[in-house]
């Protein structure tokens, strides 16, 4: 159970993050307001909380397997959010990250 609570944080995370930083893309850079960007700092900082409730101690390897999460959800977000096409290698790359990201925060370890 501590692994599928993990990963729904893990996608928690990913959604605040992601869609945050979208919001703020959108807000400033696609103009279409200050509201928009205001929602994006809000969902930031929301991430921020999410992370803490993941069951493992250890800041940098909750943040470290993150990352491979946000890779793949940040293509995944292109796909449904802008229509973006990833290529073979995009899809392979997020794989790889993926598969880094369950090594580092599941991987089994002696008393650590």
Same mark, same amino acid.
């Given at each position: 159970?501590?692994?599928?609570?993990?990963?729904?944080?893990?996608?928690?995370?990913?959604?605040?993050?992601?869609?945050?930083?979208?919001?703020?893309?959108?807000?400033?850079?696609?103009? #279409?307001?200050?509201? &928009?960007?205001?929602? %994006?700092? $809000?969902?930031?900082? =929301?991430?921020?909380? !999410?992370?803490?409730?993941? +069951?493992?101690?250890?800041?940098?390897?909750?943040?470290?397997?993150?990352?491979?999460?946000?890779?793949?959800?940040?293509?995944?977000?292109?796909?449904?959010?802008?229509?973006? #096409?990833?290529?073979? &290698?995009?899809?392979? %790359?997020? $794989?790889?990250?993926? =598969?880094?990201?369950? !090594?580092?925060?599941?991987? +089994?370890?002696?008393?650590?």
């Amino acid at each position: 159970m501590p692994v599928l609570r993990s990963a729904a944080l893990f996608l928690l995370a990913a959604l605040f993050e992601i869609g945050g930083a979208w919001l703020v893309w959108q807000g400033v850079r696609e103009q #279409r307001g200050w509201l &928009w960007a205001a929602g %994006g700092v $809000l969902a930031l900082g =929301a991430y921020g909380f !999410v992370a803490t409730f993941q +069951p493992d101690a250890h800041f940098g390897r909750v943040l470290a397997a993150y990352g491979g999460v946000f890779v793949a959800g940040s293509i995944l977000w292109g796909v449904v959010a802008d229509g973006y #096409r990833p290529d073979r &290698w995009d899809i392979a %790359g997020a $794989l790889i990250c993926l =598969a880094g990201m369950a !090594v580092i925060m599941w991987a +089994p370890r002696n008393g650590a």
